[in-house]
T-cell receptor, first 114, second 116 residues
């Protein structure tokens, strides 16, 4: 069965410092991995995805994520955090076994302090 | 503007009173889905649809119904709402061209439902 774990409920970082939001997953087939961001009172917005190929994926707003197959992880990163990055971040997974269910993690709240 | 719309945005109702939350997308997407968001649980998929007249259960379908009679619309129906269905609901859509599972989803603004 598919599953996604975001081990940190909250991540605190100072503006200008690098940030990492962690995600690990479990799927039966090959994974399709996604990161979404939710700002207050808004729907989710797509940030980036891993389908195949290069393990380092670049996305919107300067975010990137590194796919690690051996560790079944897909951590979200940004070299220099902004206060405006403060939001709720969700990791999600699908696999290629023919189903179209999407499993989301519980979410990680990012606080960036000025 | 490409978008997913949901109505109503806020709804307070009583136990047992049937309700429908509408969802519409203008991107000609084949895939549509409903999720509920609860604190500490993230988003959980209720139902999804690969195309007109094709629907399937997600992880938490109990107490919900859906229909897909037109490509652009995917209403969520609660025939007898209960307090445990109080939640924030999101509709989403995506393309299925090529590798269908690889497409990101576009989300609506959410519907906050309270059942008393």
């Amino acid at each position: 069965a598919q599953s996604v774990a975001q081990p940190e409920d909250q991540v605190n970082v100072a503006e200008g410092n690098p940030l990492t939001v962690k995600c690990t997953y479990s799927v039966s087939g090959n994974p399709y991995l996604f990161w979404y961001v939710q700002y207050p009172n808004r729907g989710l917005q797509f940030l980036l995805k891993y389908i195949t190929g290069d393990n380092l994926v670049k996305g919107s707003y300067g975010f990137e994520a590194e796919f690690n197959k051996s560790q079944t992880s897909f951590h979200l990163k940004k070299p220099s955090a902004l206060v405006s990055d403060s939001a709720l971040y969700f990791c999600a997974v699908r696999d290629d076994t023919g189903g179209f269910k999407t499993i989301f993690g519980a979410g990680t709240r990012l606080f960036v302090k000025a | 503007e490409a978008q997913v719309t949901q109505n109503p945005r806020y709804l307070i109702t009583v136990t047992g009173k049937k309700l429908t939350v509408t969802c519409s997308q203008n991107m000609n997407h084949e895939y549509m889905s409903w999720y509920r968001q609860d604190p500490g649980l993230g988003l959980r998929q209720i139902y999804y649809s690969m195309n007109v007249e094709v629907t399937d259960k997600g992880d938490v379908p109990e107490g919900y119904k859906v229909s897909r009679k037109e490509k652009r619309n995917f209403p969520l129906i609660l025939e007898s709402p209960s307090p445990n269905q109080t939640s924030l609901y999101f509709c989403a859509s995506s393309s299925t061209s090529g590798r269908a599972e690889a497409h990101e989803q576009y989300f609506g603004p959410g519907t906050r439902l309270t059942v008393t």
